[in-house]
């Protein structure tokens, strides 16, 4: 099964709406923006903005993803705030022509650029885009130093569901392998899938950013606020203004 065909039955039960992630990113965002989210999955960063900002764009890959999403807005009265687009994240130009007050690209998205002069170009298009792009992505320094082989398993729907998450290192890639595992009184499942990541270090995506134009540019190693700590951060959070 594809990696995210896999994740989509359970993405909003294991991947749980964060209150400090919204809160954290609406404190860095002026009112009445008009944000696009890379990468935007089930649209839940979108819709925990969208009382503050005035258009909400969002932009991926999975259709089935974006069908949880759609299925999300269409409850709300205020649905006429948003526009979903089925493509790469790499595409977005194609697509959104005008200014953007912020760019986000949160959830590990970035690392599934495979290749080093795409994440180059999109940090370009981002930066002609908006002059704000607020990032989040797992501190791989400390993952690369470390070789750490696998990330805490995540559980849903009291423990009925449970998402294990594995590293295997490939040369300059990663092997991420996800299992899901199902259990209930009456039916245990497993489904297992992977797909190939690319380490961004601290380094590569603070060159790209300046490079950008990205002048003012502060980085987080959680949602509350604390500093990136480079050797003991789980994430790396970019908040970065021209």
Same mark, same amino acid.
């Given at each position: 099964?594809?990696f995210?065909?896999m994740?989509?039955m359970?993405y909003? /039960?294991?991947?749980?709406?964060? #209150? ?6 609406k404190? !860095?965002i002026k ?6 989210d890379l990468?935007?999955?089930t649209?839940s ?5 969208s009382e503050?900002c005035i258009?909400c764009t969002?932009i991926?890959?999975s259709e089935?993803l974006? /069908?949880k999403? =759609?299925?999300?807005i269409n409850?709300k009265t ?6 979903i687009?089925?493509d +790469?994240?790499?595409n977005f130009?194609?697509?959104v ?7 986000l690209?949160?959830g +590990? $998205?970035? %690392? ?6 795409d994440?180059? +170009?999109?940090i ?5 885009? $908006?002059?704000?792009?607020i ?7 400390r993952i690369c130093?470390?070789q750490?082989?696998s ?5 849903a729907l009291n423990n $009925?569901?449970i998402?294990? =998450?594995k590293? %295997?290192f490939?040369?300059n890639?990663?092997?991420f392998i ?5 259990n209930?009184t009456?039916?245990? #499942?497993?489904?297992?899938s992977? %797909?190939?990541? =690319?380490p961004?270090?601290?380094?590569e995506? /603070? ?6 134009g990205?002048k003012n540019?502060?980085y987080?190693g959680?949602y509350?606020? +604390?500093v990136?700590d480079i !050797?003991?951060?789980f994430?790396?959070?970019? %908040?970065?203004e021209?």
């Amino acid at each position: 099964m594809e990696f995210y065909k896999m994740l989509s039955m359970y993405y909003d /039960d294991i991947f749980k709406f964060d #209150e400090n992630q919204i809160s954290f990113i609406k404190t !860095r965002i002026k009112p009445n923006s008009k944000v696009l989210d890379l990468a935007c999955g089930t649209g839940s960063i979108l819709i925990g903005l969208s009382e503050t900002c005035i258009s909400c764009t969002g932009i991926d890959l999975s259709e089935d993803l974006l /069908d949880k999403f =759609r299925k999300k807005i269409n409850k709300k009265t205020i649905k006429n705030k948003f526009k979903i687009i089925n493509d +790469n994240m790499l595409n977005f130009k194609n697509h959104v022509f005008e200014k953007l007050d912020a760019i986000l690209c949160i959830g +590990n $998205s970035l %690392v599934h650029i495979l290749n080093k002069n795409d994440l180059k +170009n999109l940090i370009i298009d981002i930066s002609t885009s $908006s002059d704000m792009f607020i990032f989040q992505i797992l501190n791989y320094d400390r993952i690369c130093n470390l070789q750490i082989n696998s990330l805490p398993s995540l559980s849903a729907l009291n423990n $009925s569901i449970i998402f294990e =998450r594995k590293y %295997v290192f490939e040369d300059n890639l990663i092997k991420f392998i996800g299992r899901i595992t199902k259990n209930d009184t009456n039916l245990k #499942e497993s489904f297992e899938s992977f %797909v190939y990541l =690319r380490p961004i270090l601290f380094n590569e995506i /603070d060159t790209l950013l300046k490079d950008a134009g990205y002048k003012n540019l502060n980085y987080y190693g959680d949602y509350l606020g +604390n500093v990136f700590d480079i !050797r003991n951060s789980f994430m790396l959070i970019g %908040v970065c203004e021209k």
